[in-house]
């Protein structure tokens, strides 16, 4: 019995030391990812601000696509920074926006 439980331990060990090797690539990959993706958002706050200004109305598409990236973003500092080991885009699929355009 104690054989099987040590045995476990030591699966789920390498486990997450398999894991936290694997943050390494994912900071990297997905890091430059985001922040490449952080100058389109960047172009998309200029450009909802100065129609906000001429219409008074802001662009729900560019608010919606903005949300993409603010959720993809939270999800990354979830994973780098150990709170869960669900991996962030695009080692899997882009997940659903946190919140919705008021």
């Known amino acids: 019995m104690d054989m099987v439980k ?3 331990k030591h699966v789920k ?3 997450q030391r398999k894991e936290t090797l ?3 690539v994912v900071c990297i990959v997905t890091g430059i990812i985001l922040a490449l993706w952080r100058y389109l958002i960047g172009v998309f706050i200029v450009i909802n601000f ?3 200004l001429f219409t ?3 662009l729900k598409e560019l608010a919606e ?3 993409i990236w603010n959720t993809q973003w939270y999800l990354f500092q979830k994973y780098m920074t150990f709170v869960t080991n669900v991996r962030p885009f695009p ?3 882009l997940a659903k ?3 919705k355009f008021e």
């Open 22 to 24: 694997m943050r390494i």
């Open 13 to 15: 060990n390498f486990s």
């Open 50 to 52: 100065v129609y906000s």
């Open 6 to 8: 040590s045995k476990d």
């Open 56 to 58: 008074a109305k802001r």
């Open 65 to 67: 696509l903005s949300e």
């Open 97 to 99: 926006n946190m919140s």
């Open 91 to 93: 080692f899997t699929k």
